[in-house]
């Protein structure tokens, strides 16, 4: 499993490369194999629509129980809102007996049928955070507002617990064609905890073709555009917005402030 961070051939690590270079097969959604396409335009390519997951990952299985090697690709990191998990479920599922290249017991090795990889890459979160400045400098919680795995309902709880607890809050798929309020939802939970103009990051394709990194006050944060190619950073009760960044601070000037300020 290969995270391809933003897509960008700037941000991919040498261990992609490598990987691309010498796999049989490669399988992912269709939007996320176009940005690696020129990488991978020799190998044998499984390509679907969003839904089709499952699909995807039992074909690659599939090729790599053959004898092929297969690299099944992810944007940002393959564990994050991504598909280590549904690969290493499917396995269980299938009673694939599964060795990684960090395994130390010779039995497992001996034993094994499959050999998994996840290569870590570039996840949104930190993607997105880069280009803002030092939102995520402490402590902070990654929720995503699709539905489409996960209730409303629970959903509602973690944004109300994330910001009780004061945490910088990250936003994954903040809308959809589908689903149009629920950020605007997600934002009346917040402003009952944060103050109205709490700074929020609102990055759209991170170091993509058509980024955009804009700062705007939670309470306008219902008027922003935004998309599933869109990271919220929502600031806790410290962040603040300084020239074109936004900044969460770690604590060391209330700690060093005779030091360093």
Request: charge should be positive; aromatic fraction near 6%.
């Amino acid at each position: 499993m290969i995270g391809i961070g933003p897509g960008s051939p700037d941000y991919l690590s040498k261990r992609v490369y490598d990987i691309f270079k010498t796999v049989d097969a490669v399988a992912g959604y269709t939007t996320y194999i176009d940005l690696i396409r020129p990488l991978v335009k020799d190998k044998h390519v499984i390509s679907s629509a969003m839904t089709r997951e499952i699909e995807r990952v039992q074909a690659a299985i599939d090729i790599a129980l053959s004898g092929k090697s297969c690299a099944i690709v992810s944007s940002g990191d393959p564990g994050i809102y991504a598909m280590a998990g549904l690969v290493l479920e499917i396995c269980k599922m299938r009673k694939i007996n599964v060795v990684t290249p960090y395994s130390r017991e010779t039995a497992l090795r001996e034993k094994a049928t499959l050999a998994v990889e996840i290569v870590p890459g570039i996840p949104a979160l930190c993607s997105g955070a880069s280009l803002l400045g030092a939102p995520l400098n402490h402590d902070f919680a990654a929720i995503s507002l699709s539905d489409l795995l996960t209730s409303w309902e629970r959903i509602e709880q973690r944004i109300e617990a994330a910001a009780k607890a004061d945490f910088v809050i990250v936003l994954y798929n903040p809308k959809s064609k589908r689903r149009q309020r629920h950020l605007e939802t997600a934002q009346k939970i917040i402003l009952k905890y944060r103050d109205k103009n709490t700074p929020v990051g609102i990055v759209v394709n991170a170091m993509r073709k058509g980024q955009d990194v804009r700062i705007v006050p939670l309470k306008n944060l219902h008027e922003a555009t935004v998309n599933m190619q869109t990271t919220v950073f929502i600031g806790s009760s410290t962040s603040f917005e300084y020239i074109d960044f936004m900044i969460t601070p770690r604590g060391y000037g209330g700690k060093y402030s005779g030091d360093i300020l």
